[in-house]
């Protein structure tokens, strides 16, 4: 048990579907993060959410649409995907972004887009 | 930029000390170094963190030079479940706060 939760842990979706993750921390923190690894690549941050309020978006595709509707919970809405996007995405959190305390991660979703 | 470049791959024998290096050259004086590893298809895993002192824990001992420019992970005696991708990280300052940014990683295995 890490105290953060991804549901579903494997996702399999067409370019057309609507799908999303969902990532729930049972920390008490107050930010919480997507990542994205890629095959062979290094994990991407994507975005960063601090206090329910998006704090980064690193250059993300507006086909991925974030959501925090509070600091336990983190979404990331999926639609018109690509089979690039085909990766683990991982969330995680911390007490407070900028604080010295480490990200606690979930174990994934792994994502195929076909 | 603070990024950090980490051998591809180590083997270490099971019950040996395993020393990862890390060079991460351009580190700015308040930005700490962490390390975290990713055991296959599971989340990364926190092990240690440090600024300018050693660090030790019940996981690892964390070196860093006294220029900053370089750290090692120890990890005092290998065991096969310590097979993984290690990260070695320089948390990065941001207009909103410190970030982490992973590089590649170097690919640990652990040999019987």
């Known amino acids: 048990e890490t105290g953060v939760t991804q549901t579903p842990r494997h996702l399999v979706m067409g370019m057309t579907n609507k799908k999303s993750l969902k990532c729930e921390q049972h920390?008490?923190?107050?930010?919480m993060y997507w990542y994205k690894q890629s095959a062979k690549k290094p994990l991407e941050l994507m975005f960063v959410?601090?206090?329910?309020?998006?704090?980064e978006n690193n250059s993300v595709p507006s086909r991925f649409s974030p959501e925090c509707p509070n600091s336990s919970h983190l979404f990331l809405h999926l639609h018109t995907l690509q089979p690039e996007d085909s990766a683990l995405y991982l969330c995680?959190?911390?007490?407070?972004?900028?604080?010295?305390?480490?990200?606690?991660f979930g174990e994934g979703s792994r994502l195929t887009v076909l | 930029d603070a990024k950090t470049t980490q051998p591809t791959s180590m083997d270490c024998a099971e019950g040996r000390a395993a020393n990862l290096p890390c060079n991460h050259s351009?580190?700015?004086?308040?930005?700490?170094v962490y390390w975290y590893r990713q055991i296959h298809s599971q989340g990364p895993q926190y092990i240690i963190h440090?600024?300018?002192n050693n660090e030790t824990n019940e996981m690892a001992s964390l070196i860093i030079t006294e220029d900053r420019k370089s750290s090692t992970l120890i990890l005092p005696h290998a065991t096969l479940r310590d097979t993984a991708v290690y990260y070695c990280?320089?948390?990065?300052?941001?207009?909103?706060?410190?970030?982490?940014?992973f590089g590649t990683g170097t690919s640990l295995t652990v040999i019987p």
């Open positions: 995680a959190s911390s007490e407070r972004p900028g604080g010295t305390g480490e990200l606690f």
């Open positions: 920390l008490g923190h107050n930010a």
């Open positions: 959410y601090s206090l329910e309020e998006r704090v």
């Open positions: 351009t580190i700015s004086g308040n930005e700490y």
């Open positions: 440090g600024l300018k």
């Open positions: 990280i320089v948390r990065r300052t941001t207009n909103t706060g410190n970030q982490f940014y």
